[in-house]
C-alpha cells in the first residue's frame, strides 16, 4: 500500500513538471511572437497621438489635415468639412504590422510601383515626430502590397486589408451628409421651392413640432422627425465644381438649438440634385430620391389625429339630418359596439390633412361632439362621393379618413339612427 502511494506521488510530479514545461514553453512562443510582431510595426507612433497629416491620393492632390480640440478638419487647400471615420481609416495603417521586409533602403522604388506613389501620408504626432508611408504597387500574385516606411525605406509588404485607408481618394475624407447638424439639433426648418412654395417647422418651449407656413397648425411628431432625419441624414456620391445657372429649384435653412444656421441650395441637373453648404464653393451630387421629400407639402407633416387624447372621453353626440343621438361612457364602457367604433375614429390617424378652406363649400354631413371632463369639442363632418373629411375645433385643416375608417362610420351611424337603435 506504502508503495502505491508512492508510485502516485511520483507519476502526479512528473504531470506537474510536464505541464511547468509547457507552460513556460508557451509562454516563451508567445513572448518571441510579441517580441516579432513589435519588431515589425510600421511605426511607434500611435494613431490617436497625431496632430497634423497630409494626404495625397493617385490623383497627385494633397489634402492637409489638423486636429483641434479632438476634431479633424481639412485646412487646406481649403477648409472642408471632414469625414471623422474615413480619417481615423487612414491613420489606422500607423498601428499595423508588415508581413515581411523586402529592402532595408530604396534606391529605386520603380519596381514596387513607388517611384509614383498611390498614396502618400505624411503625419506628425504632439511630440514633433515625423513619419511618411508610401504605398506602392500590388505585389505579383499576391494580395499584399509594397509600401515605403519613409522616402528612403525600408520597403516592406502588407496585407492589403491593412492599407485599406490609404487606398481612399481624397473625397472619402470629406463629409458628404447635406447637412452637419443631427435631427435632435434642429430647432427650426425652412424650406422654399422655386414655384413659391414654403414650409416653415418650429419646435416651442416644450419641444413639440408646429407647422407655421403654410398653415399655422400642429405637426405630427414622428413624421416631422422622419422627415428631418431624411433630410439631415442624406448623403452624396461626389462633388463636382461648375455652378448651375439661378438661384436653385430648393433653399433650405436649417437651425439648430445652439450656432448658427446652415444655408442649403439644391439645383435639379437632369438627373441630379447638386448642392451647395455653407462654407464651401463646390456642389455635393445628392442622390435623386430626395426630390420627392423637398417637394413634400406642408399638409403631410400635419396632425393627422383628430383628437389629442390626453383623457378619457365621457359623453358622444351625434347630429345628422336633424336627429340627435347622445351616449355616456360608465365603467370605461360605452352602451353600445358603434359609439366604441366612433371613438376608434377620432383618436387614430387619418389618411391625409387638407387646407380646412378648400373643403368649406362642401356641405356638412354630421357633427360629432365630444366630453372629456366638464369640456365638449364638436367636430364637423363633409363628405365628398365617398370620401368623409373631419374638421377637428381650432384646427385650419380638415382631415381625410382613410377608407376602412369611412366605411366603419358610416356603418356604426346607419346602425345608432335606425329606428331599433332611437334612444340608444
Do not use: C
Not at 444656421?261 to 439645383?267: C, D, G, K, M, R
Not at 442622390?287 to 417637394?295: A, C, D, H
Not at 381650432?394 to 366605411?407: M, S, Y
Amino acid at each position: 500500500m506504502s508503495k502505491g502511494w508512492r508510485n502516485n506521488l511520483i507519476l502526479a510530479l512528473v504531470m506537474v513538471a510536464a505541464a511547468g514545461g509547457l507552460w513556460v514553453m508557451d509562454a516563451r512562443e508567445e513572448a518571441s511572437n510579441a517580441a516579432d510582431k513589435k519588431s515589425r510595426a510600421v511605426s511607434g507612433m500611435r494613431s490617436d497621438a497625431v496632430v497634423t497629416a497630409e494626404f495625397q491620393d493617385d490623383s497627385g492632390q494633397s489634402l492637409s489635415l489638423t486636429k483641434k480640440e479632438g476634431q479633424w478638419g481639412i485646412t487646406a487647400p481649403v477648409a472642408l468639412r471632414t469625414n471623422a471615420t474615413s480619417v481615423k481609416n487612414l491613420l489606422d495603417v500607423l498601428e499595423k504590422t508588415y508581413e515581411q521586409k523586402v529592402t532595408d533602403t530604396m534606391t529605386d522604388g520603380t519596381p514596387y510601383g513607388l517611384a509614383t506613389p498611390t498614396a502618400r501620408l505624411t503625419v506628425k504626432d504632439q511630440a514633433n515626430n515625423t513619419l511618411r508611408i508610401l504605398a506602392g504597387a500590388t505585389a505579383p500574385a499576391s494580395k499584399k502590397r509594397y509600401v515605403a516606411l519613409g522616402e528612403k525605406g525600408p520597403v516592406v509588404l502588407m496585407a492589403e486589408s491593412d492599407v485599406t485607408g490609404l487606398m481612399q481618394k481624397n473625397d472619402a475624407l470629406r463629409d458628404k451628409r447635406l447637412a452637419s447638424l443631427e435631427t435632435h439639433d434642429l430647432t427650426r426648418l425652412v424650406i422654399k421651392s422655386k414655384d413659391g412654395g414654403e414650409i416653415l417647422l418650429s419646435q416651442d418651449k416644450e419641444n413639440n413640432w408646429n407647422l407655421e407656413k403654410p398653415l399655422q397648425d400642429r405637426a405630427d411628431a414622428n413624421r416631422v422627425r422622419a422627415y428631418l432625419f431624411a433630410l439631415t441624414g442624406a448623403n452624396g456620391t461626389g462633388f463636382k465644381t461648375q455652378r448651375p445657372e439661378g438661384d436653385g429649384d430648393w433653399t433650405l435653412e436649417l437651425t439648430p438649438t445652439k450656432g448658427n444656421a446652415e444655408l442649403v441650395t439644391i439645383w435639379r441637373v437632369d438627373q441630379e440634385l447638386l448642392a451647395t453648404r455653407t462654407g464651401e464653393s463646390d456642389l455635393l451630387v445628392v442622390p435623386n430620391y430626395l426630390t420627392e421629400e423637398l417637394n413634400k407639402s406642408g399638409m403631410d407633416l400635419v396632425a393627422l389625429r383628430p383628437l389629442d387624447l390626453k383623457t378619457d372621453l365621457n359623453t358622444l353626440q351625434l347630429e345628422q339630418e336633424g336627429k340627435t343621438l347622445t351616449a355616456d361612457k360608465k365603467d370605461k364602457k360605452w352602451p353600445r359596439s358603434e359609439w366604441n367604433d366612433i371613438e376608434e375614429i377620432l383618436t387614430r390617424d387619418a389618411l391625409r390633412g387638407a387646407d380646412l378652406k378648400s373643403k368649406t363649400d362642401l356641405p356638412t354631413w354630421m357633427k360629432i361632439t365630444v366630453g372629456k371632463g366638464d369640456k365638449t369639442h364638436t367636430f364637423t363632418l363633409h363628405k365628398e362621393k365617398e370620401t368623409i373629411f373631419i374638421a377637428p375645433p381650432g384646427r385650419p385643416v380638415a382631415l381625410e379618413l382613410t377608407p376602412l375608417q369611412a366605411e366603419s362610420l358610416q356603418k356604426a351611424v346607419t346602425k345608432l339612427v335606425t329606428p331599433t337603435a332611437t334612444g340608444s
